[in-house]
Nanobody, 128 residues
Framework: QLQLVESGGGLVEPGGSLRLACAAS????????IGWFRQVPGKEREGVSC??????????NYADSVKGRFNISRDNAKNTVYLQMNGLKPEDTALYYC???????????????????WGQGTQVTVSS
């Protein structure tokens, strides 16, 4: 059974850093495009960053709001995708989810509709 579990969220001051982890089980995450998304109450889930399957070149995409601050990476040995978040701002506060593409071996897109599998989310709060 395909499963995603996020971890690493928490409370951090503005300018601080966090590293989120998305651990996959039941499938080889390297075969799938994996994305990070975030959602605040009353708003739609928005794409933050994604990484394509290795067979598709493992290219990465970032939302304009996080470019230069966030970095997505894979550790295939651990079947885990990470999101390193630096220079955090209060507007980064949200529930962060990781999602896996509906089908394997594709390039990633920052679209919640393209994801077929979701984790339960991890809360990130940026506040002084």
């Amino acid at each position: 059974q395909l499963q995603l579990v996020e971890s690493g969220g928490g409370l951090v001051e503005p300018g601080g850093s966090l590293r989120l982890a998305c651990a996959a089980s039941g499938f080889t995450s390297d075969y799938y495009a994996i994305g990070w998304f975030r959602q605040v109450p009353g708003k739609e889930r928005e794409g933050v960053s994604c990484i394509s399957s290795s067979s598709s070149g493992a290219n990465t995409n970032y939302a304009d709001s996080v470019k230069g601050r966030f970095n997505i990476s894979r550790d295939n040995a651990k079947n885990t995708v990470y999101l390193q978040m630096n220079g955090l701002k209060p507007e980064d506060t949200a529930l962060y989810y990781c999602g896996a593409d509906r089908r394997p071996f594709r390039r990633c897109v920052l679209s919640a509709q393209a994801q077929g599998y979701w984790g339960q989310g991890t809360q990130v709060t940026v506040s002084s």
